[in-house]
């Protein structure tokens, strides 16, 4: 920002700089309460605003976009729970809207900018640099997961964990920063060995149990990056059969999260995969896992039975459905 000559302006612009911090947590904080209630617009109006009061800081387009990546990730896992068939269905397959990819670029674009602008005054600027790293690794989850564009995914999230390393290097708690580096861990760790030794040769290393700590340490003291960890920590816990682990997880995201549904599916859905694995190892827990099935209905029930979810019907009658069928597939 260039500031104007005349010292009243100046103190005037100091006086707000220092307002800005509180106020933009503020809305950080109100706007993601609401993105991971679902509430989209109301999320976008707080990131807006965000823009408004400092147009200068990355926060706030990094947010808008984040906002878009995840509307748009909760809406493919709902198409394809609905379009569900026992066989593949080509027609099914999701299309892109090209103008919410441009949306999406647009703010990826501002927020890289307004950090990188920050980082050519001050290169050891750890917030920019947690910003720069940031956005590249939203970049990286919306090639991979929205377009299918796997190199440029990984090319993205390579520059994110490069930009995070140096972020701990300036300030080790910034835990933060430690979520685009573990879920790299964990993702280059799960490839299968060949792959895993001929990524090895470009210098690209990883480890499940690692990428699993660093998350959890995320999620555990992080500050905006716990909740966006532990809802990767929900998908990471279920492959790895840590049922515990997944359903304390989703438990808790769904009852800091009250209006959002799809928590409460997770929660269900890992409860359901919990009673198979126990009457799988343990057939005499077939009966006392009874009263755990009333629960997971339960679950379903209650949202069945809420008006305001009544859009989502078909989807959750769908999951009750799905889970039905696996635990009395079980029971046989």
């Known amino acids: 920002m ?6 009243l302006i100046l103190i005037a612009c100091t006086a707000v700089a220092a307002q800005t911090p509180s106020q933009l947590d503020k809305l950080r904080a109100d706007g993601y309460d609401a993105l ?4 989209y617009e109301t999320a976008r109006r707080h990131f ?14 990094q947010s808008l976009a984040a906002s878009l990546w995840i509307q748009q990730l909760n809406e493919s896992w709902q198409l394809k729970a609905t379009l569900y068939s026992d066989k593949a269905d080509e027609n099914s397959k999701e299309k892109i809207d090209p103008r919410r990819v441009d949306e999406f670029k647009k703010w ?44 440029t995914a990984l090319r993205a999230g390579e520059d994110a964990v490069d930009h995070h390393r140096k972020v701990l290097e300036l300030s080790p708690n910034f835990y933060d920063a430690e979520l685009t580096i573990g879920l790299q861990d964990y993702v280059i760790g799960s490839l299968p060995l060949p792959v895993k030794m001929l990524a090895g040769t470009f210098g690209v290393r990883g480890s499940k149990k690692r990428g699993l700590r660093e998350l959890e340490k995320v999620a555990r003291d992080g500050h905006w990056g716990r909740d966006v960890a532990r809802f990767l920590l929900v998908d990471l ?15 808790d995201l769904s009852t800091r999260y009250p209006r959002n549904y799809l ?46 979810l009544a859009p989502q019907t078909t989807l959750i009658q769908f999951r009750r459905n799905e889970t039905a069928r696996l635990l009395s597939g079980m029971a046989r």
């Open 36 to 39: 991971y209630n679902l509430d």
């Open 108 to 151: 990826t674009r501002r927020a890289k900018q307004l950090a990188q602008a920050k980082l050519r005054r001050d290169p050891r600027d750890v917030e920019a640099l947690y910003f720069l790293g940031a956005t590249e690794g939203l970049e990286a989850a919306y090639s991979a997961g929205i377009e299918r564009k796997f190199m």
């Open 2 to 7: 260039i500031y104007a000559r005349v010292l």
């Open 237 to 251: 816990y279920k492959r790895e059969k840590r049922w515990d682990d997944a359903i304390a997880t989703t438990r």
């Open 263 to 308: 928590f409460k599916l997770q929660l269900a859905d890992a409860m359901a995969w919990k009673i198979v694995a126990e009457r799988t190892t343990k057939p005499a827990k077939r009966v006392i896992s009874s009263s755990e099935e009333q629960d997971v209905f339960a679950i379903y029930d209650s949202l069945l039975r809420e008006k305001s």
């Open 48 to 61: 807006q605003k965000m823009i408004e009061l400092a147009p200068d800081n990355p926060a706030g387009p």
